[in-house]
């Protein structure tokens, strides 16, 4: 699949552009928020039944619950494949804090491993050291589209007894060995915040699972602890996907993969114009995934010179982002974890010299040259 040539329509690029895939899907959605509003059934209900069965479909997956939000969807699979308090979760250092957040309201305590200096995705050899007697679970990040190898994980997990619970908040739709992201564990936890390749009209959330004992706690945990009404058997949460980001869903699911192949296209644009380019380096795909893009990530190496491009992007109208600035174990809240500068080197060399370039589906060839000229020209500024 081709990406649009045509030209942009103003001078900025944009990051993301929310605003074309609402003008996209807007007709859709209007007609069933009518419908919702009109039946009245606003938490649950058939537009919540009918994404849930729709996106179990779409994975492959044999339950999905939607609930409040990606971070809720993350401490509830974990509750639910049975981490405690005083457990210990493997996750990477080099993630979206909100990962090492869920891990602490599970009541557990989060234990970082660096990640491989290529994909910069979970260390499955790091992790296999990292394992001790209070390990409950771990925690590969499907960061930037793509898909962490699960697979090198499952023997260390199985040999130890403990769960694989996926974040997959950033990787609807990629694929490791033909397999999606958010099947590979005991259960994943997704986001579907509104920049997401599936993403509401605010927060949503959910949890897949082929187990359908964890997916039933998941949902027991995620309405109260409660089955029936004013019985609670469990402590839980009010987590719950409502019906109106629900019809938003099931519009742009219906269009993912093609949205997907869109991203796909304009990644190997990026690629064929700033191959070998000195001083960048380019994302590549691991063997055996295929990526759906959710972030274009350079690197530009050298102290400062990240800044420098991403300052000399801005001035030409570009719009860029970090993901992210600062690994885990180096933000404030989480410096009681006891890992200091040094640990992890990979991830903080990479926190550095990241820089997110624009990616979305309606971003045309023409912005993508623009923005791949521009980079070029910056960095060797």
Not at 75 to 84: D, H, M, Q, S, T
Not at 168 to 196: E, H, I, N
């Amino acid at each position: 699949m081709t990406i649009s040539a045509a030209r942009p329509t103003h001078l900025s690029v944009p990051f993301v552009d929310l605003a074309a895939q609402h003008r996209e899907i807007a007709d859709e959605v209007l007609d069933e928020v009518q419908r919702v509003l009109e039946e009245g059934a606003f938490i649950g209900g058939p537009a919540v039944a009918g994404f849930e069965a729709e996106y179990s479909a779409f994975l492959g997956v044999r339950h999905c619950v939607g609930v409040a939000n990606g971070t809720d969807a993350l401490e509830l699979a974990l509750r639910a494949v049975g981490v405690r308090p005083g457990g210990e979760v493997i996750l990477p250092a080099n993630t979206f804090v909100a990962t090492a957040e869920a891990v602490m309201r599970a009541g557990a305590r989060p234990v970082l491993v660096d990640v491989d200096p290529v994909h910069l995705l979970i260390d499955p050899e790091a992790v296999e050291r990292a394992v001790g007697p209070r390990t409950q679970a771990i925690v590969p990040v499907h960061l930037f589209g793509q898909t962490a190898a699960v697979e090198r994980l499952v023997p260390v997990a199985l040999e130890c007894g403990v769960a694989i619970v996926e974040d997959a908040a950033q990787a609807q739709g990629a694929r490791r060995f033909g397999r999606a992201a958010g099947t590979l564990g005991d259960a994943a936890a997704t986001s579907f915040y509104p920049g997401k390749n599936l993403g509401a009209a605010g927060d949503a959330g959910a949890v897949t699972a082929n187990d359908g004992l964890i997916a039933d706690e998941v949902r027991l945990l995620a309405a109260h602890g409660s089955r029936t009404k004013y019985v609670h058997e469990r402590v839980g949460v009010n987590s719950r996907l409502d019906a109106l980001q629900a019809v938003v869903l099931r519009v742009k699911l219906r269009r993912l993969e093609a949205w997907n192949a869109r991203r796909r296209a304009a990644a190997e644009l990026y690629g064929q114009l700033l191959a070998g380019v000195p001083g960048l380096v380019v994302p590549r795909n691991m063997p055996g995934n295929e990526d759906v893009w959710h972030l274009y990530v350079v690197r530009v190496p050298g102290e400062g010179r990240r800044e420098q491009v991403q300052d000399a992007l801005a001035a030409a109208g570009i719009a860029t982002g970090v993901h992210y600035p600062t690994p885990v174990h180096l933000t404030p809240a989480f410096r009681f974890l006891g890992y200091g500068a040094g640990t992890f080197p990979v991830a903080e060399a990479a926190a550095a010299q990241i820089l997110s370039l624009p990616m979305h589906p309606h971003l045309t060839a023409a912005q993508v040259e623009r923005v791949a000229g521009a980079v070029v020209r910056a960095v060797a500024g």
